[in-house]
């Protein structure tokens, strides 16, 4: 397995796409978690009837002081950056799965004799490590931008205590593997990454999004709901707080103690299946 | 060299749906030896190896390559490959990917080099996969199944696409691949490249080992090849001749189908009967009309 392991790690830090990923995910966290925050919350309000004035001076004020680094795991969390870092890692454990087949090299490698189950663990293990890359990364991202704000706005950068910090580093890296073993599951299952991407992603970002926003109010469908795996990413975020108010954001509905236990096990049974299809199936 | 069986398949058998690709197999190959695998496009060759390297999984019947299970990790430890085009990572070069392989074969790095080397693309070591040629990419493939100094070699098609220098360069180290003690299949459908480096040959066809033997062996058909004056006359006389089954005329000669060793017999009885024999030789079939003959109509 290690053998498998080192290959891939070989495989993945060559691979121009990994690093192209790794630059939207940085472009996200810097450019929806605070850039754009910061240009909302500095627009000048003298145009605005005198009503509204203090209600969005207030707003700005709010926003800004959610941007500063005493808030930076919030503002990661909460505010959906690490839910979108969700989606390019269901890309990039797509990629990691399913561009085998289409370059054919599951045959060149597997008769080298690494063994399936062997060569597909190296797979995962790897893409983990590259996984909690994209999480310091992420949270590093986040830091700076943060810390530019605190500058901006000339405020003392208190920063979360550590324990917050590796607690951020377990759950950001739960959240991207949950979502990187759907992609890597399902560009096994299609054995390619174009459906994979292209299914993962509708599903995540229009099927879910659309079922989160439905103003149905019946224990049924809020129990439905809890399964879905957005639902319980955001409300393993909501460990570092609420989601600010009048957005319309739903509450979350799960613990997020459950909500971790919920996406552990959903990345362990996309992991089982996509094993179980591989060590069975013709790789001809 | 040891007459070891290192690859044996008892009734090996795919089908894929109602289709069958390869048809209750019975296929031996010994230690030591260049086991030539022809087919026409189609008859299951590709189909045959991939099962023999655990890619597929049989539908029926059994093989033990190396005496283990197809596709075993202690099975394929002395098992190299090339199977149809080769397969790589387009954005690695030709080292990177070699080093990716010999890690997943668990073979010290310095391999790279030496097998670099021995297909002759260490000046292009650098070069991205997919800026290779399509003779480099081939090359490449062989260096892979090298990697772990195989004792079996199993080659699918390996001169597909390349030009008649590559062929030709591509032929001179499967030679050398296939000196002293390693065993090397080599599937192709091209019956000169067969003829030129295998010792024996397995001919299949729709999926059933139609033919075995050695090239010569298969070349050979009972009979002698005679050119005599006046030759209507030499075809009366041979006819009426003891021992000869069947004469057929074709390019001014007589076929004969006898026994070659009564070539002597021939010759005097042609020529006491005061007929010219300026040639007599036993007859000799090229592979490509075995082939033709034992496929039938289908293409090569």
Same mark, same amino acid.
């Given at each position: 397995?290690?053998?498998?392991?080192?290959?891939?790690?070989?495989?993945? =830090?060559?691979?121009?796409?990994?690093?192209?990923?790794?630059?939207?995910?940085?472009?996200?966290?810097?450019?929806?978690?605070?850039?754009?925050?910061?240009?909302?919350?500095?627009?000048?309000?003298?145009?605005?009837?005198?009503?509204?004035?203090?209600?969005?001076?207030?707003?700005?004020?709010?926003?800004?002081?959610?941007?500063? #680094?005493?808030?930076?795991?919030?503002?990661?969390?909460?505010?959906?950056?690490?839910?979108? =870092?969700?989606?390019?890692?269901?890309?990039?454990?797509?990629?990691?799965?399913?561009?085998?087949?289409?370059?054919?090299?599951?045959?060149?490698?597997?008769?080298?004799?690494?063994?399936?189950?062997?060569?597909?663990?190296?797979?995962?293990?790897?893409?983990?490590?590259?996984l909690?890359?994209?999480?310091?990364?992420?949270?590093?991202?986040?830091?700076?931008?943060s810390y530019?704000?605190?500058?901006?706005?000339?405020?003392?950068?208190?920063?979360?205590?550590?324990?917050?910090?590796?607690?951020?580093?377990?759950?950001?890296?739960?959240?991207?593997?949950?979502?990187?073993?759907?992609?890597f599951?399902?560009?096994?299952?299609?054995?390619?990454?174009?459906?994979?991407?292209?299914?993962?992603?509708?599903?995540?970002?229009?099927?879910?999004?659309?079922?989160?926003?439905l103003?149905?109010?019946?224990?049924?469908?809020?129990?439905?709901?809890?399964?879905?795996?957005?639902?319980?990413?955001?409300?393993?975020?909501?460990?570092? =707080?609420?989601? #600010?108010?009048?957005?319309g954001?739903?509450?979350?509905?799960?613990?997020?103690?459950?909500?971790?236990?919920?996406?552990?096990?959903?990345?362990?049974?996309?992991?089982?299946?996509?094993?179980f299809?591989?060590?069975?199936?013709?790789?001809? | 060299?040891?007459? %070891?069986?290192?690859?044996?398949?008892?009734?090996?058998?795919?089908?894929?749906g109602?289709?069958?690709?390869?048809?209750?197999?019975?296929?031996?190959?010994?230690?030591?030896?260049?086991?030539?695998?022809?087919?026409?496009?189609?008859?299951?060759?590709?189909?045959?190896?991939?099962?023999?390297?655990?890619?597929i999984?049989?539908?029926?019947?059994?093989?033990?390559?190396?005496?283990?299970?197809?596709?075993?990790?202690?099975?394929?430890?002395?098992?190299?490959?090339?199977?149809?085009?080769?397969?790589?990572?387009?954005?690695?070069?030709?080292?990177?990917?070699?080093?990716? @392989?010999?890690?997943?074969a668990?073979?010290?790095?310095?391999?790279?080099?030496?097998?670099?080397r021995?297909?002759?693309?260490?000046?292009?070591?650098?070069?991205?996969?997919?800026?290779?040629?399509?003779? @480099?990419?081939?090359?490449?493939?062989?260096?892979?199944?090298?990697?772990?100094?195989?004792?079996?070699?199993?080659?699918?098609?390996?001169?597909?696409?390349?030009?008649?220098?590559g062929?030709?360069? @591509?032929?001179?180290?499967?030679?050398?691949?296939?000196?002293?003690?390693?065993?090397?299949?080599?599937?192709?459908?091209?019956?000169?490249?067969?003829?030129?480096?295998?010792?024996?040959?397995?001919?299949?066809?729709?999926?059933?080992?139609?033919?075995?033997?050695?090239?010569?062996?298969?070349?050979?058909?009972?009979?002698?090849?005679?050119?005599?004056?006046?030759?209507?006359?030499?075809?009366?006389? %041979?006819?009426? @001749?003891?021992?000869?089954?069947?004469?057929?005329?074709?390019?001014?000669?007589?076929?004969?189908a006898?026994?070659?060793?009564?070539?002597?017999?021939?010759?005097?009885?042609?020529?006491?009967?005061?007929?010219?024999?300026?040639?007599?030789?036993?007859?000799?079939?090229?592979?490509?009309?075995?082939?033709?003959?034992?496929?039938?109509?289908?293409?090569?």
């Amino acid at each position: 397995m290690l053998a498998s392991f080192t290959a891939e790690v070989l495989k993945l =830090g060559k691979r121009p796409a990994t690093w192209v990923l790794a630059l939207v995910w940085l472009t996200v966290v810097l450019v929806f978690g605070y850039l754009f925050f910061y240009l909302i919350s500095s627009v000048p309000t003298e145009s605005l009837p005198e009503g509204q004035q203090a209600q969005q001076e207030a707003l700005g004020e709010q926003l800004r002081r959610g941007l500063l #680094p005493e808030n930076l795991l919030e503002n990661l969390f909460v505010n959906g950056i690490f839910g979108t =870092g969700g989606s390019i890692a269901l890309i990039l454990g797509a990629l990691t799965a399913g561009s085998e087949y289409g370059w054919g090299t599951l045959k060149t490698g597997l008769t080298q004799r690494p063994g399936r189950l062997a060569f597909l663990s190296g797979k995962v293990f790897a893409l983990m490590v590259f996984l909690l890359l994209f999480v310091l990364l992420g949270l590093a991202a986040g830091a700076a931008g943060s810390y530019a704000v605190a500058l901006l706005e000339d405020a003392a950068a208190r920063w979360p205590p550590l324990e917050e910090f590796a607690r951020a580093l377990g759950m950001g890296l739960l959240i991207l593997t949950t979502w990187a073993s759907l992609g890597f599951a399902l560009a096994t299952l299609f054995r390619g990454t174009a459906l994979a991407i292209g299914l993962g992603l509708a599903w995540s970002l229009a099927v879910e999004s659309t079922l989160t926003l439905l103003p149905v109010e019946s224990a049924v469908y809020e129990t439905f709901r809890g399964l879905l795996l957005g639902e319980n990413t955001a409300s393993l975020a909501s460990y570092f =707080g609420s989601a #600010p108010q009048g957005f319309g954001v739903p509450e979350p509905l799960v613990e997020p103690e459950r909500a971790a236990v919920a996406l552990a096990v959903y990345a362990v049974v996309f992991v089982v299946a996509a094993a179980f299809l591989f060590r069975r199936r013709d790789l001809g | 060299m040891s007459n %070891a069986p290192v690859l044996e398949t008892r009734g090996l058998t795919k089908r894929y749906g109602s289709v069958t690709a390869v048809d209750g197999l019975d296929l031996t190959v010994r230690r030591g030896e260049v086991y030539g695998f022809l087919g026409p496009n189609g008859a299951g060759k590709s189909t045959t190896l991939k099962m023999l390297l655990g890619l597929i999984r049989p539908t029926a019947g059994s093989a033990r390559v190396l005496g283990r299970e197809p596709g075993s990790p202690d099975g394929l430890k002395a098992v190299g490959a090339l199977v149809e085009s080769p397969a790589f990572y387009p954005y690695l070069s030709g080292r990177d990917n070699l080093r990716v @392989m010999a890690r997943y074969a668990g073979t010290p790095r310095s391999r790279v080099d030496e097998v670099l080397r021995t297909v002759e693309l260490s000046g292009r070591a650098k070069d991205r996969f997919k800026r290779y040629s399509l003779g @480099m990419k081939q090359r490449l493939g062989v260096a892979a199944a090298l990697l772990k100094d195989p004792e079996l070699l199993i080659l699918d098609e390996p001169t597909n696409g390349l030009d008649p220098k590559g062929m030709s360069d @591509m032929r001179r180290l499967l030679k050398r691949l296939g000196r002293g003690e390693r065993t090397v299949l080599l599937s192709s459908h091209l019956l000169g490249e067969v003829e030129q480096i295998c010792d024996r040959v397995g001919v299949i066809r729709r999926g059933r080992l139609i033919a075995e033997g050695t090239v010569a062996g298969l070349r050979e058909r009972p009979g002698l090849l005679v050119r005599a004056e006046p030759l209507r006359e030499a075809a009366e006389l %041979a006819r009426r @001749m003891a021992g000869v089954e069947e004469v057929e005329v074709a390019d001014g000669l007589l076929r004969l189908a006898t026994d070659p060793g009564r070539a002597a017999e021939v010759n005097r009885k042609l020529v006491s009967a005061g007929l010219d024999v300026s040639e007599l030789r036993p007859a000799e079939r090229s592979l490509e009309e075995v082939f033709l003959e034992l496929t039938g109509e289908e293409t090569v």
